[in-house]
């Protein structure tokens, strides 16, 4: 009897069970089953892409940028594929033997089984079913797929004949397409085993912490068990009835020879040996010894849900993430978390309501390394009126969710800086800079207004006051200098420059001015606007790299489950200022850090002691804002980019004071010498003459 006139067979003879087989009533009347005919239960001739190209829920895991340090797992359903081949053979047995001992007889359905299953419902009115493992499959598959709404994925399920005539002839059809290995494969893939584990793989590590090509007789028995009855998994539920059904498919195995009556008792004596692992699922649960990751997965999670590659909206990016089976590389690296974590405690420990919150960026490529703050990832109850202390999950190193940032004081002063070079001043442009200057600038009332004018003064007249250019009067930091050159090229210009570099205005009244009075913005220069450290890391990382910004991301490389890179992983870099500007820039930055510009021309810097201990070329800004409200230290060499502002992110009242810069320049130095401990040394490539000077360097007034 060939295979087809089976079939055709089959599906007439049987249709009148199918009430039995789904609804465990008793058999539709003849007349009924003749009137379906035998057209509408012939086998499809395609398959729906859930059949054809199965796409079952799995975890995606995030991984450290070694691509092995697992930082976490998302997931509906614990699961991630193998190959039939990595299952262990016992295993494969064990599922046959329980589920459908005929499965490699039939053609996805089981005449013989089917017959019985309607035999015994109408004698006995039991509810005894007669699903092969490829009907199962065909459920399981149509089910589970990610691609469908809720809705479809009910319908997939639903109790009635319609539903089992179409498992029936998607069964048939999927056994003429693909081989019965590929099916059971498919099957261990997809099966629920209880205790959240979905597929071979994740319950072998469930229940065992091992693989499934290395499961027991035993082990494999246990599981296959559990397929029937997943309530009964020893872990949650009952681990005597999960013991009986360990039994039971022991027996069934000896039964159909697939293993020894001697194998199968010794099996059945076996103590159930469980070592659970939990897989981890979302931030929340980064390994314990590594909380500080939390705050990195917090703001990959942001990342990864303003990509449109994943979904029209957010809540299908979620879906992708959770059901796509991605392996995402980040750009964490444990090692530089690990000392920046340590270095943000030491200039603020976990006791005080005060943050630290500091990014460590990669200039090139815009690769996020570390995100550190010293507080504890996690939604335990604070003290009245703290929302982040000592707990939260608050993105206070990069900003959104209701963190608008901290001002970042004078290191904004590299915009005026940049955007002056770009306008054609060279760096050795002079002014001589009063104590107090006097701008167009209009400002309402207060101590740095003059008139209705906005009059800033520098902070130490003794230091600060005299003739500057742009090495100098960036490396003391002098206010009066910079205030004169944003009139010389537009505050507009500079608020443009910030936003080129990477600057988003969070905070709805910075997001206004930039938009509608930015021409009138004087102070924007000495920042006063919200940034974050991760936007302040991203920008001068931009100088570093010789005009070349790159948008910060958390990943390496995003792999689908077919092993194909994907594009949305990729680095989103573009050049947005002249490589001669952007080296008379980084000049010009290592003024204040200590070390020496390329024509010697740095005399003095707000952190001098930054560039002894480092002992390589470096280059940076401090800032203080208003009665040092909040303090910020940048610094970066070719090869690294470190921002860190202290500020108290529940009370803005609460002044940090100018003592904690120290510390903040200890801490950034020692994180880009541990970071950089086994790189070459890198010097910075000299501006040309054009941008450093003017050609018969006259002196420049107002």
């Known amino acids: 009897m060939n295979r087809a006139y089976l079939d055709k067979m089959f599906t007439v003879v049987l249709a009148g069970v199918l009430a039995g087989l789904a609804l465990a009533a008793a058999a539709l009347p003849a007349a009924l089953v003749f009137g379906l005919g035998v057209k509408n239960l012939m086998p499809y001739t395609v398959l729906p892409e859930a059949l054809k190209t199965p796409q079952p829920a799995q975890r995606s895991n995030l991984y450290a940028n070694d691509g092995r340090t697992l930082i976490t797992s998302f997931y509906v359903e614990d699961r991630v594929d193998v190959p039939v081949g990595e299952v262990a053979p016992v295993m494969r047995d064990a599922i046959v033997a329980a589920e459908d001992v005929r499965f490699y007889e039939h053609h996805g359905v089981d005449v013989r089984g089917v017959a019985r299953a309607f035999t015994a419902n109408r004698r006995e009115g039991t509810r005894q079913g007669a699903s092969t493992l490829t009907m199962q499959y065909v459920r399981n598959a149509l089910a589970g797929d990610p691609r469908l709404t809720e809705e479809q994925r009910a319908a997939a399920t639903e109790i009635t004949v319609g539903r089992k005539i179409r498992e029936m002839r998607y069964a048939l059809t999927l056994e003429r397409q693909v081989g019965k290995d590929e099916i059971l494969g498919r099957y261990l893939n997809i099966a629920y085993f209880?205790?959240?584990?979905?597929?071979?793989?994740?319950?072998?590590?469930?229940y065992f912490s091992t693989t499934p090509d290395r499961l027991t007789l035993a082990q494999a028995a246990l599981l296959a068990g559990l397929v029937r009855s997943p309530a009964d998994d020893p872990i949650n539920g009952d681990a005597d009835a999960a013991r009986q059904r360990r039994a039971y498919v022991l027996d069934r195995m000896v039964e159909t020879g697939?293993?020894?009556?001697?194998?199968?008792?010794?099996?059945?004596?076996?103590?159930l040996a469980l070592k659970p692992n939990t897989t981890p699922n979302d931030c929340a649960a980064v390994p314990a010894d590594h909380n500080d990751w939390g705050f990195f997965c917090d703001w990959f999670t942001q990342w990864w849900n303003a990509q449109p590659a994943f979904g029209e909206n957010v809540d299908e990016r979620q879906r992708t993430l959770r059901r796509g089976g991605w392996k995402i590389v980040s750009s964490l690296d444990p090692d530089v978390q690990a000392k920046a974590s340590e270095q943000v405690r030491e200039i603020y420990p976990e006791t005080i309501a005060r943050a630290a919150p500091t990014a460590v960026v990669q200039p090139g490529t815009g690769r996020v390394l570390a995100m550190a703050v010293n507080r504890t990832y996690g939604t335990a109850a604070n003290p009245a009126g703290q929302q982040n202390y000592p707990n939260t999950v608050n993105q206070l190193v990069a900003g959104g969710g209701g963190i608008t940032g901290y001002q970042a004081g004078s290191t904004f002063k590299l915009f005026t800086l940049l955007a002056a070079l770009e306008a054609g001043l060279p760096l050795d442009t002079e002014f001589d800079a009063p104590r107090v200057y006097v701008t167009q600038y209009p400002v309402g009332a207060g101590p740095a207004s003059c008139g209705g004018r906005w009059c800033p003064?520098?902070?130490?007249?003794?230091?600060?006051?005299?003739?500057?250019?742009?090495?100098?009067?960036?490396?003391?930091?002098?206010?009066?200098?910079?205030?004169?050159?944003?009139?010389?090229?537009?505050?507009?210009?500079?608020?443009?420059?910030?936003?080129?570099?990477?600057?988003?205005?969070?905070?709805?009244?910075?997001?206004?001015?930039?938009?509608?009075?930015?021409?009138?913005?004087?102070?924007?220069?000495?920042?006063?606007?919200?940034?974050?450290?991760?936007?302040?890391?991203?920008?001068?990382?931009?100088?570093?790299?010789?005009?070349?910004?790159?948008?910060?991301?958390?990943?390496?490389?995003?792999?689908?489950?077919?092993?194909?890179?994907?594009?949305?992983?990729?680095?989103?870099?573009?050049?947005?200022?002249?490589?001669?500007?952007?080296?008379?820039?980084?000049?010009?930055?290592?003024?204040?850090?200590?070390?020496?510009?390329?024509?010697?021309?740095?005399?003095?810097?707000?952190?001098?002691?930054?560039?002894?201990?480092?002992?390589?070329?470096?280059?940076?800004?401090?800032?203080?804002?208003?009665?040092?409200?909040?303090?910020?230290?940048?610094?970066?060499?070719?090869?690294?980019?470190?921002?860190?502002?202290?500020?108290?992110?529940?009370?803005?009242?609460?002044?940090?004071?100018?003592?904690?810069?120290?510390?903040?320049?200890?801490?950034?130095?020692?994180?880009?010498?541990?970071?950089?401990?086994?790189?070459?040394?890198?010097?910075?490539?000299?501006?040309?003459?054009?941008?450093?000077?003017?050609?018969?360097?006259?002196?420049?007034?107002?």
Not at 194 to 206: E, F, L, P, Q
Not at 258 to 271: L, N, P, V
Not at 681 to 701: I, M
């Open 258 to 271: 697939r293993a020894s009556a001697a194998d199968a008792e010794a099996a059945k004596a076996t103590e």
């Open 457 to 702: 003064e520098n902070a130490n007249t003794h230091w600060m006051d005299g003739d500057r250019d742009m090495w100098d009067a960036f490396g003391r930091s002098v206010n009066t200098y910079f205030a004169w050159l944003t009139e010389r090229v537009g505050a507009d210009r500079v608020v443009e420059m910030a936003q080129r570099l990477g600057i988003v205005f969070r905070a709805p009244a910075d997001a206004r001015m930039a938009r509608e009075g930015a021409e009138s913005w004087g102070p924007f220069t000495l920042g006063v606007s919200a940034t974050t450290p991760l936007d302040l890391a991203g920008a001068y990382a931009a100088v570093a790299a010789e005009g070349t910004w790159c948008r910060p991301t958390p990943v390496v490389s995003i792999i689908d489950p077919a092993g194909r890179k994907v594009a949305a992983g990729d680095t989103d870099c573009r050049q947005v200022l002249d490589t001669e500007v952007a080296r008379a820039a980084a000049d010009a930055s290592r003024c204040p850090v200590g070390d020496q510009s390329m024509y010697r021309r740095c005399d003095g810097g707000t952190a001098e002691e930054l560039a002894p201990g480092l002992r390589r070329p470096v280059a940076g800004k401090t800032g203080s804002s208003e009665r040092n409200a909040t303090e910020t230290v940048v610094a970066f060499t070719p090869q690294l980019s470190v921002a860190t502002i202290a500020a108290n992110p529940d009370d803005p009242r609460d002044a940090v004071g100018g003592g904690v810069q120290k510390r903040q320049i200890a801490a950034v130095g020692r994180i880009l010498a541990w970071s950089l401990r086994d790189e070459p040394v890198r010097d910075f490539v000299p501006p040309g003459q054009a941008v450093a000077f003017q050609r018969t360097s006259p002196r420049t007034g107002n």
């Open 194 to 206: 209880g205790a959240g584990a979905y597929g071979i793989a994740a319950a072998s590590t469930r």
